[in-house]
C-alpha cells in the first residue's frame, strides 16, 4: 500500500541523455545531476543496445526521496535538417537532443571531398535528410 502511495507521488520525466559508458553496463548523467547506470545482464535491459556516445530517450520517474527509477530507454527521434553544399563538403547543422536547446548548433559532415562515404549519391544543396549519429 506504501509502495503505491510513492509510486503515485513520483513525477515521471523523458529526456535525452548521452551515453557516457557502454557494453555490460550503461552509464549516463541526468539533467537533474543524477547518474544512472543500468546493468546489461538485468533481464530488463538485455535487449538495450547502446555505447558510448550514443544518445538514448530515457523515460524515469523520481520520488520524493529523488529515488530514480528508470522505465524505458530507446532511441531518440531521427535527426532532419536541410543540407548546405559547399565545393569541399556537404553538412547539416543541429542541436544534439541530449543538450540544452540554447546551446550552440553542431554541424555534421554528411560528405567530404576525397572520402569514400559509400553513399550512393551526394546530398543536394536544400535536400532534406533523416539520419541519427553519435556524438
Keep these: 500500500m506504501e509502495d503505491e502511495k510513492n509510486e503515485r507521488k513520483a513525477m515521471e520525466k523523458k529526456e535525452t541523455v548521452l551515453i557516457s559508458k557502454g557494453y555490460s553496463t550503461v552509464e549516463t548523467l541526468l539533467k537533474c545531476d543524477k547518474k544512472i547506470e543500468l546493468d546489461l545482464s538485468d533481464e530488463k535491459w538485455e535487449d538495450l543496445r547502446c555505447e558510448t556516445g550514443d544518445e538514448m530517450e530515457c523515460t ?4 520524493q526521496n529523488n529515488t530514480i527509477t528508470v522505465k524505458k530507454m530507446k532511441l531518440p527521434k531521427l535527426y532532419s535538417g536541410k543540407v548546405c553544399v559547399s565545393s569541399k563538403e556537404s553538412t547539416v547543422e543541429v542541436v544534439p537532443f541530449s543538450t540544452c536547446s540554447s546551446e550552440k548548433r553542431e554541424k555534421v559532415v ?14 543536394r544543396e536544400g535536400d532534406t535528410v533523416d539520419f541519427d549519429c553519435n556524438l
Design 60 to 63: 524515469y520517474t523520481i520520488d
Design 110 to 123: 554528411l560528405w567530404k571531398v576525397g572520402r569514400d562515404q559509400g553513399m550512393k549519391e551526394q546530398p
